[in-house]
C-alpha cells in the first residue's frame, strides 16, 4: 500500500460543471475524511466518514457538494454546478478509528473558469 | 472556538541558519498538536506531534517543537535549515469528535543559499 491516492490530480471545468474526485485510502483505515484548501489558507474540514457511515458535514459543504463512501474503502466528492469559489486544493486523509494520526493525499487542484 | 494561529505568513532564513516558526494555539483542555509540511503541489506530510508527556518533541527531518502551556505555544525549531526544507509550514490540532484537525493559515519558509 503506497498510501492515499487522489484522482485526479488536476482538473478544469467550466462554471456550471458537475466534477467529481475520487480518493483511495489507506486500505486497513476505517476514517476518510475531505478536506478543502484554498489560496493561502490551511485545509479546513468539509466531512468525513467511519467506514461508509457520513458522520459529520461542515458547514462549510453547501448542498451542491456530496460525498460518497459506498463500501467503506474509496471516496468520492461530487461538486454539482460549479462556481469560481469552489476552485481550491481538495483534500483526502484516512486514518484508523481513534487514531490521532490522519495521512494525507496529494490533493486535487481544482480549478473554474 | 479552538483554534491554531500562525502569526508569521513569510519567513526567509539563510540555509545552515536556525529556524523557529511559531504556533499559538486556543484550546480549553490539553489539546493534540501537529506540524506538518506542504511541498508545492503536493499533500501534508506529518512532521511531529504532541499528545501529553515530554513537552519537547522530536520530529523527521530534523525538526523539534516545544510545547508550553504559560504561552500557549507550540512552535517548530530545527538547528540548521537545509534548502530542501523550504515549503509551507501547518499547525494543526485535533478539533471534537471524529478527530478533525483545525489548521493554522500556514507559514511559507524561503531558504536562501
Known amino acids: 500500500d503506497t498510501g492515499v491516492s487522489q484522482d485526479p490530480r488536476h482538473k478544469i471545468t467550466k462554471r456550471g460543471q458537475n466534477v467529481t474526485f475520487r480518493c483511495d485510502p489507506i486500505s486497513e483505515h476505517n476514517r476518510l475524511y475531505w478536506y478543502r484548501q484554498t489560496l493561502g489558507q490551511g485545509p479546513e474540514f468539509l466531512t468525513y466518514?467511519?467506514?461508509?457511515?457520513?458522520?459529520?458535514k461542515s458547514r462549510l459543504l453547501s448542498d451542491r457538494f456530496s460525498a460518497e463512501r459506498p463500501k467503506g474503502s474509496f471516496s468520492t466528492l461530487e461538486i454539482q454546478r460549479t462556481e469560481q469559489g469552489d476552485s481550491a486544493m481538495y483534500l483526502c486523509?484516512?486514518?484508523?478509528?481513534?487514531?490521532?494520526?490522519?495521512?494525507f493525499g496529494q490533493g486535487t487542484r481544482l480549478t473554474v473558469v | 472556538a479552538q483554534s491554531v494561529t500562525q502569526p508569521d505568513i513569510h519567513i526567509t532564513v539563510s540555509e545552515g541558519a536556525s529556524l523557529e516558526l511559531r504556533c499559538n494555539y486556543s484550546y480549553g483542555a490539553t489539546p493534540y498538536l501537529f506540524w506538518y509540511v506542504q511541498s508545492p503541489g503536493q499533500g501534508l506530510q506529518l512532521l511531529l506531534k504532541?499528545?501529553?508527556?515530554?513537552?519537547l518533541v522530536q520530529g523527521i527531518k530534523g525538526f523539534e517543537a516545544e510545547f508550553k502551556r504559560s504561552q500557549s505555544s507550540f512552535n517548530l525549531r530545527k538547528p540548521s535549515v537545509h534548502w530542501s526544507d523550504a515549503a509551507e509550514y501547518f499547525c494543526?490540532?485535533?478539533?471534537?469528535?471524529?478527530?478533525?484537525?483545525?489548521f493554522g493559515t500556514g507559514t511559507q519558509l524561503k531558504v536562501e543559499l
Open positions: 486523509a484516512s486514518s484508523f478509528a481513534g487514531g490521532t494520526e490522519a495521512f
Open positions: 504532541y499528545f501529553s508527556g515530554d513537552t
Open positions: 466518514f467511519q467506514n461508509e457511515a457520513q458522520l459529520e
Open positions: 494543526a490540532g485535533l478539533t471534537g469528535g471524529g478527530n478533525k484537525l483545525t
